[in-house]
Structure formats: structure tokens, C-alpha cells
């Protein structure tokens, strides 16, 4: 059983068919991508997964079970960890706040232990505070704990993004363009980190990306999507060559 | 430094400079050095206050810092708003003499004592000093206020707002929804909490006799008050169930048309008096049961607003969409926002009931509304400590100008209107408020390991 799978799912946004009978699965361990030109899609199938749409046809199922119609933080809760594609950050909080705040499922004192400072709660949150201070330091953002995430430059932002989404205990990683806006300086440390984070949790990672050099170089299928439709699956070799891939990044070929 | 290098400077700079080198040698004073020099200031006030006055010619000791004899009814003869200049003279020496040299001295003058006594409390137990800090303070306020009853009045009603306004900040603040409903909660804490009190302890006209004895009624209040607070904590389900599907504006007018159906429903509901209103409650909320509430609402909503699940307000606020992707339950966040802050203003407004001893549904309309609100975000959103500071001085502030009559309505919103452009979110936001930082020696030097990097 794999674990997760995608079935024949269909969106429309309105009238709009935004994704159609998408179908996908991943295993423990795999990278796959996810690539297509502005607008394909993509994103929407992230979110269809992660539950801020709900697919208007087909099934997600994780381990064999249906996910669908579940809220966003339930489906979160059960290990489907992401990050954005703009950033989400909560602009008021400080570094630790965010990463410790991706625990709330995790914690279990509830909110008599909020009013009233109980010793579980001191316990968990102390808990809670030493995972978030592990994953800052894994990703190398550990000085700037205490720092509020808009006076960081966009390259730590991002590794705080990913270090949030770690802390939820991700079973899959759904990564929505990780290098959007990075030199190449910070693409080759966030290939670094991705790379770390998939060897160290043994993570299945699902991204979506632009720069072909990236994803060429992590994953080991890909999908394109093209107006809401597969038109091509394959490695990366096999990608780089389909024609249909080609034609949809760069026009149709003329004859000479 | 040259006069041409500070000319290049702005004035707010050269203020905040002089201010700086001012507050310098005050530095080092531990909260218990303020607290002790409080006192001094009280017991001076206690036993000399009287005699000053008469030697300055005053006919009584000014309850408020002599703000209320500084100004008067507003005209168009010199000195317009001001007394006579002679009595003003007065007020500021009697100022001077009790309350701010002897402060000030004296807190300076201790602080070496100061420190080393609030270091050996600190050593032995955080929550040892934290109690010995707040029953200091009591200590402070109660001999204060009990040279008039006037001042007693007004710091009360002022503790009552302090509630108020740490409740309207976990919503308005903390999860950043502007919510206008609070004069509403706090008329049905206030209404059924009277109406507990009223029928069981007392002869009246509309629940007939005392049910009773009245020397169960101070055992039996916080019953009434935690019942108010609850009543009020589920009509908050009116306004935080379309939370989960509206925001922003949408809300606001939500929550403001939710204050109107209170008012309206307390006014046609004869049971309670309908818009004549309804008196008599009994004499509860003494000094010491205000101050107590108080007390133990701070900590109670300090401890949330600091705890993960408080945090989630903030993270609800600043991005939902991403709060939910990250297992934060956002519904039950909101939903917890509401009841929460709704809960404290009923228990408030059981309060202001038994302060005042008359409410009608009149008083909890848009002007209340409009106090509130000043308070919050003249204080300062998403901070404990700015909403105490914010509830202290519109109140007193509120105070001062009362023989301005209506048109103190003019200058207060004109000194909001300032702080909103020179601190758009209020004067001390977005700060954490912990009070074993604040019952720390001040001294670093006191501290052994010394961790002093501040």
C-alpha cells in the first residue's frame, strides 16, 4: 500500500476545470516533483491534498484511508507537513514561536493547563521548545531564535518555513517552490537542506519547482502538468526529452 | 558635545536623550524599591497630606493628584480652563512635596537595600516574591485610597477596567479580530449577576424577599460572578460563530449589531426593570474582592496569551490559512478567543453592577463601546501590560478632566487621536508581560552566577 495515494481527482473552480483526474502515489522515501508552466495547477493539487479545497471528484488516501473532507489541521496532524510558495509566515511572532507552534497538535494540556500554568503544561511546552530548538539548529537558524521572522532575510525565512513544517512530524513533505526568489547560492544550501532532511527523517517529498536544474537533480519522478492535465510522467531523463514537455515550456517546434 | 552637532539632532531625539540621562540613576531600582517608595509616599500623604493642604491653603487634600482642582468649567475669561493660578501654584507644591521628591528619593536612596532584599525573596521562591510584590502593592493602594473615599471609587472602577480591557485585547489584540460586542457581554455578566444577588440576598421589589441570609452573600459572589461571566461567555457564541466564516469589517458589524440586540433586549425586558434599569444590589465588590479578581484575572490571561495555545490567537491573526496547515485548530482558537474575553467582561460588568449598585441598559451602549476601546488601543494591542497601562490612564485621565464636563470628550479623543499617529498600534505593544522578570533584582551585581548581559 503506498503511502499516499491520489485517485482520479478532478477540480473546478466554478466552470473553470482547474485539475483533472490527477493520479498519483508516493512511497516512504521517494522525491517526486512536480513541474508545469505558471498556472497549470499545481498548487491547486497541493492544496486539493493538504484539505484547503476539497477535490470535486476523486480520492486522497493516506495509508489506505480516505482523507478527504477532513479539515486542513487534521490532515496536517496526520503527518502532511508543507510549506508555500509565498511565505506564510506569521510576521508578529519570533522564530522559536513558529516552529513551536507547528506542535499544537502534539500538545495535550488543553486549556485548563493554559489558564492555569500546570506542571504538564510547563513539561510539554518545555518538550515542545527543545524539538523546535533541535529542528532551528538542524536548519541552521538557531542564533536568530528569538529574532521576529521580518527582520530575517529571505533565505533564513524560508529555512524557518521548512523547520516549521518539520515540526509537525511529517510523514510526506510538500515542498510549494522552495527556491522561489534565492540566488544561487541559496538554491544550492536549500538543496543541501532538502537533501539532509530526506536522509535524517526518511521523508517522502513532494515538490513543486521551476528551476529544472533542481528538480532534475533531486527527484526521482516527475510529473508535468499542463492546464490542469498530466501530459508527461517519467524520470528526469525521460522529461528532459518528451516532446510534449518541450512543447509546452518552449512552443511548438517549427520545421526548418 | 558642540551646540552645531546637537542642532543636526530632532528635538524627539534631544527629549529622548534628556529623558535617558533622566530615568539613568533610576535604572537599578527593582520593582520592590518603587513599591516601598509608594508606600513611604502613602503613609506621607496619610499623615501630612491633611496639614499641607491647609498650610497651602486648599480646602481639602486633592484626591487625584489635584487634577480636579487644577481644572475648571470651561470659559472664556483668563485663564480659560484653568483655576486661578495661585491655587494651581498650591497643587503643584503639594505634588512635589508628598508625592513626587519623596518618591523618587526614596526609591533611589534604597535601591542598594532594595536589591538585596528582593534578591533574597527571588532566591528563595519566584512565586514567594510574586505574592510579596502584589501584596506590597495592595498594601500601597489600600492606604492610598482610604485617605478618600472619591479616590477609592475611582481606582476601583479603574481595577474593574483593567479586566475590561485585557479581555477586549485577547480578541481585539491577541487574535486581532475587531470585535465590538463587549459593552454587551459585560451587560449580561452584569445583569445576571444582580439579579443573583438581588433575589437571594435582598428584599426587592421585582424577586420579592431575601432568599438568603445576607452573611452568605460574600461567599456566594464569586458564584454570581463566575455565573455572569459564564452567562456572557455563551452569548458569545453569537458573534464567534460567524467568525469561522467572516473577518475584518464584516465582523466588527457582527459584534456591533450583537451590543444593540443586548441593549434592546434588556430594555424590554420588565423582569429587570426594562430601560428604568435596575438598583439595590448588595455591597460586594469591596476594595480587596475587585483587587483579588483582578489579580487572578492577569495571571490567568497572561498564562494564555503565553502559552502555545494563546499563541495560536496570534497565529490565526497573522495568517489563518498557514495557522491550519500547521495543526493549529483554528476554530476552536477563535471560538476560545471569544468565550474567553466574553467570560472576563460579564465578570466585569458583575462587578461594575455591585460598584455602582444601579445599572440600566443605556450605559452599555457605544459609549462604553468607544472607552473600551480607547483603552485597548491607547494601551497597546497584543500586550498585558499595555492594557493595564491603557485602563490607568484613560480612567485617571477620564477623571482629571471631569470638570471639563463634555468637553473632555474633546480632548481625550484628541490625545488618542496622537497616539494613533505616533504609535499606530498603541503605546506598548506586542510585548510579553512576566512578572518573575519584573520582581528581579534590578542590580545585577546582587546576582550570583552573574548572567548580567542586559
Known amino acids: 500500500m503506498p503511502l499516499l495515494e491520489v485517485r482520479h ?46 477535490p470535486t471528484e476523486g480520492d486522497v488516501l493516506l495509508h489506505g484511508q480516505s482523507i478527504v473532507g477532513l479539515h486542513p489541521h487534521q490532515i496536517a496532524a496526520k503527518g502532511l507537513g508543507r510549506t508555500f510558495q509565498n511565505l506564510r509566515l506569521w510576521r508578529h511572532m519570533t522564530v522559536l514561536e513558529h516552529v513551536k507552534m507547528a506542535r499544537y497538535s502534539k500538545l495535550t494540556y488543553g486549556l485548563v493547563g493554559a489558564f492555569f500554568d500546570t506542571r504538564k503544561r510547563r513539561r510539554e511546552e518545555a518538550e515542545a ?45 510538500f515542498l510549494d517552490e522552495p527556491t522561489a526568489g ?50 508527461a510522467e517519467g524520470t528526469p531523463e525521460e522529461i528532459q526529452n518528451n516532446p510534449k514537455v518541450i512543447e509546452a515550456y518552449l512552443g511548438e517546434e517549427v520545421a526548418f | 558635545m558642540t551646540s552645531k552637532s546637537t542642532a543636526s539632532i530632532s528635538k524627539t531625539e534631544i527629549f529622548r536623550r534628556t529623558f535617558r540621562r533622566l530615568a539613568s540613576p533610576f535604572k537599578q531600582v527593582p520593582a520592590l524599591g518603587w513599591l516601598i517608595a509608594g508606600l513611604v509616599v502613602a503613609l506621607l500623604e496619610l499623615f501630612f497630606g491633611e496639614i499641607l493642604a491647609n498650610l497651602m491653603g486648599l480646602d481639602k487634600l486633592p484626591a487625584l493628584f489635584g ?80 485617605i478618600s473615599t472619591y479616590r477609592e471609587l475611582v481606582t476601583r472602577l479603574t481595577m474593574i477596567a483593567v479586566i475590561v480591557t485585557l479581555s477586549l485585547n485577547v480578541i481585539n489584540g491577541y487574535m486581532g479580530e475587531f470585535s465590538t460586542s463587549h459593552p454587551g457581554f459585560m451587560a449580561v455578566g452584569a445583569y445576571v449577576t444582580s439579579v443573583f444577588t438581588i433575589a437571594l440576598f435582598t428584599n426587592s421589589n421585582y424577586f420579592g424577599d431575601a432568599k438568603l441570609p445576607a452573611s452568605w452573600a460574600p461567599f456566594l459572589f464569586p458564584i454570581a460572578l463566575l455565573l455572569g461571566g459564564a452567562v456572557a461567555s455563551v452569548s458569545a457564541l453569537v458573534v464567534a460563530i460567524p467568525s469561522f466564516r467572516t473577518r ?27 430601560p428604568r434599569g435596575l438598583g439595590g444590589q448588595p455591597d460586594l465588590a469591596s476594595f480587596p474582592v475587585i483587587f483579588v479578581w483582578m489579580a487572578l484575572g492577569i495571571w490567568i490571561i497572561n498564562n494564555f496569551v503565553r502559552s502555545t495555545l494563546g499563541k495560536a490567537l496570534n497565529a490565526v491573526r497573522d495568517d489563518e490559512l498557514a495557522a491550519d496547515a500547521m495543526t493549529v485548530n483554528t476554530r476552536k ?28 441598559p443605556g450605559s452599555f451602549a457605544l459609549q462604553k463601546l468607544a472607552e473600551v476601546l480607547a483603552m485597548v488601543y491607547f494601551g497597546g494591542l497584543n ?43 498603541g503605546l506598548i505593544a506586542f510585548r510579553e508581560f512576566d512578572m518573575a522578570e519584573i520582581v528581579k533584582p534590578k542590580d545585577m551585581r546582587m546576582m550570583e552566577g552573574d548572567d548580567a548581559t542586559s
Open chain 2, 383 to 425: 500586550s498585558v501590560l499595555g492594557s493595564i497601562v491603557g485602563a490607568v490612564s484613560i480612567n485617571l485621565l477620564g477623571e482629571a478632566l471631569r470638570p471639563l464636563e463634555l468637553y473632555k470628550w474633546i480632548v481625550i479623543p484628541v490625545i488618542l487621536i496622537l497616539v494613533m499617529i505616533y504609535r499606530p498600534t
Open chain 2, 67 to 146: 487634577s480636579l482642582i487644577i481644572f475648571r468649567k470651561p470659559s472664556l475669561e483668563f485663564p480659560f480652563i484653568f483655576n486661578d493660578l495661585g491655587v494651581i501654584g498650591a497643587v503643584i507644591i503639594y505634588d512635589l512635596l508628598i508625592y513626587a521628591i519623596p518618591f523618587f528619593l526614596v526609591a533611589w536612596l534604597t535601591k542598594g537595600l532594595t536589591n538585596k532584599l528582593s534578591w533574597i525573596i527571588y532566591k528563595r521562591s519566584t512565586w514567594i516574591s510574586v505574592l510579596f510584590h502584589i501584596a506590597l502593592l495592595y498594601i500601597v493602594l489600600r492606604i492610598w485610597t482610604d
Open chain 2, 248 to 274: 475584518g469589517d464584516y465582523l466588527a458589524i457582527i459584534s456591533l449589531a450583537f451590543m444593540f440586540i443586548v441593549k434592546s433586549f434588556f430594555e424590554n425586558l420588565e423582569v429587570v426593570g426594562g
Open chain 1, 9 to 54: 481527482m478532478t477540480h473546478y473552480f466554478g466552470g473553470l476545470r482547474a485539475v483533472h483526474d490527477f493520479n498519483f502515489s508516493i512511497e516512504k522515501g521517494d522525491i517526486r516533483g512536480l513541474i508545469g508552466p505558471n498556472g497549470a495547477g499545481k498548487s491547486t493539487i497541493f492544496n486539493l491534498i493538504t484539505g484547503i479545497y476539497r
Open chain 1, 129 to 173: 521548545e527543545e524539538v523546535a530548538r533541535h529542528l532551528l539548529d538542524l536548519l541552521g537558524v538557531y542564533n536568530v531564535a528569538h529574532e521576529l521572522v521580518t527582520n530575517l532575510p529571505y533565505g533564513m525565512q524560508r529555512r524557518v518555513e521548512m523547520a516549521r513544517a518539520l515540526a509537525i512530524e511529517p510523514q510526506i513533505l
Open chain 2, 333 to 360: 482558537t477563535k471560538m476560545t478567543a471569544f468565550l474567553f474575553g466574553a467570560f472576563w467582561a460579564g465578570l466585569a460588568g458583575g462587578l461594575l453592577a455591585h460598584v455602582l449598585r444601579y445599572i440600566n
Open chain 1, 182 to 231: 534565492m540566488n544561487p547560492e541559496e538554491l544550492a544550501e536549500m538543496m543541501d537542506i532538502i537533501r539532509q532532511v530526506h536522509e535524517q527523517f526518511g521523508l517522502a517529498i513532494f515538490l513543486i519547482e521551476h528551476r529544472m536544474k533542481f528538480v532534475m537533480e533531486l527527484c526521482e519522478r516527475i510529473q508535468t502538468l499542463v492546464f490542469g492535465e498530466v501530459i
